[in-house]
């Protein structure tokens, strides 16, 4: 049976800061602010695919050798992902009560309060027009939790033993993940002439938000963590594996409309985020700057800051305490600073201890203690 203790990979903790970041960007802020960082955060969409790729390379990066060799209890690993999932999404459906108004004006009677049973059980992601119900950045968990309930057997497919069969494997499903928004542009079943970030439709929505176009991508992090354990750490190929990954993302979204909104929106750049990830988890430069302790302090806490974003900026403005406190004028920035304040407030005040308590209840040892998971190992996607 394969056994090994998996490195920390704290370069990835610390691009998670910056993922997590770009978000709140795109969300709260005019990108032309940003000058020729502009097309990183007018696309700040693609942090969200980022993090799905990421969650299944760091899920197979320390349980595939279990899921391989029949070890992975999946009834324990459901229970420790539950765990790390849930606390800080009923939090966010909690302070998320203010919505349920405008929720309720929004739809037919029926689909409101479908959308008020299927949202707290992770399911809303399954109704195109509920998947943003209540808080929008919730419908990544009800693709995950879907994802994960896959992990278990998706990580049991044997490795390929030499690195152009994986190479085979990830260029295969690249083109997969492609194929639903390749299907959207050849058939525009919404009638949008040039669909972009402010475009609306029901097939759009589906595309967007629905658990199964993002699959593949996640798909592509499991295969990924299989290559990187053929990948020397050390060494200048995975330093310009990660560069190449930055430039190649950065030059495709600096093309802006030239390229295709629905393919960039998922597919298009996992062979990008790919690179990103070998780079940095190896041993090299750029590793080692992005795996720097505040950056990774930040880092532990995008999940918080990723899924409570709206509702933390919605209680700032709603209150007017930037106002009350003389503040207004420093607005927007200041109120960036205080979501990753309260982010970080919300990961050791409530995550970490609720997380604690809820193992214990369900008899779900830490996994990072019971498998010899390093301390890192736990998080993955935001």
């Not at 029949?70 to 919505?99: C, E, H, N, Q």
């Not at 896959?150 to 083109?175: E, S």
């Not at 629905?210 to 995975?238: C, K, N, Q, Y």
């Not at 407030?345 to 390093?374: C, F, G, Y």
Request: some cysteine; aromatic content about 14%.
């Amino acid at each position: 049976m394969e056994t090994r203790k998996p490195e920390r990979l704290n370069a990835l903790t610390g691009l998670r800061c910056f993922a997590a970041i770009n978000i709140v960007l795109f969300h709260f802020s005019n990108p032309q602010w940003f000058g020729w960082l502009a097309p990183v955060v007018n696309a700040g969409y693609v942090s969200v695919s980022f993090f799905i790729l990421l969650s299944g390379f760091v899920l197979a990066y320390n349980y595939a050798w279990r899921a391989r060799a029949g070890k992975l209890d999946r009834v324990r690993f459901w229970k420790a992902r539950f765990t790390r999932l849930y606390p800080i999404y009923l939090l966010s459906l909690l302070l998320s009560w203010r919505m349920v108004p405008a929720e309720y004006a929004a739809h037919t009677h029926g689909m409101f309060w479908t959308g008020m049973a299927l949202t707290p059980l992770l399911l809303q992601g399954w109704v195109p027009s509920l998947a943003t119900f209540l808080n929008t950045p919730a419908w990544t968990m009800s693709a995950e939790s879907f994802y994960y309930v896959l992990f278990p057997w998706l990580a049991r497919v044997k490795r390929p033993a030499q690195v152009w069969h994986y190479l085979v494997q990830l260029t295969v499903v690249w083109a997969l993940g492609m194929v639903p928004g390749a299907l959207y542009i050849a058939f525009n079943p919404d009638g949008i002439a040039h669909p972009d970030r402010w475009s609306w439709g029901p097939w759009l929505q589906a595309l967007k938000y629905t658990p199964l176009p993002h699959l593949a991508s996640f798909v592509f992090g499991i295969l990924l963590a299989g290559l990187d354990e053929l990948v020397p750490r050390p060494g200048r190929l995975r330093l310009n594996l990660g560069l190449a990954g930055f430039v190649g993302a950065f030059g495709i979204l600096s093309l802006g409309p030239l390229v295709p909104y629905a393919i960039v929106h998922d597919g298009l750049l996992m062979p990008t985020f790919g690179c990103i990830v070998l780079g940095l988890a190896g041993d090299n430069p750029m590793a080692a700057l992005l795996g720097m302790r505040p950056l990774v302090f930040v880092g532990e806490a995008s999940y918080c800051l990723y899924l409570l974003h709206f509702n933390f900026w919605n209680l700032i403005h709603d209150t007017h305490v930037l106002n009350w406190a003389g503040l207004s004028r420093l607005d927007p920035w200041i109120s960036y600073v205080i979501l990753i304040g309260l982010a970080l407030v919300a990961l050791h005040v409530v995550e970490k201890p609720a997380q604690r308590r809820l193992r214990r209840w369900m008899d779900v040892a830490t996994v990072a203690k019971d498998q010899s998971l390093p301390v890192n190992a736990d998080k993955d996607g935001p």
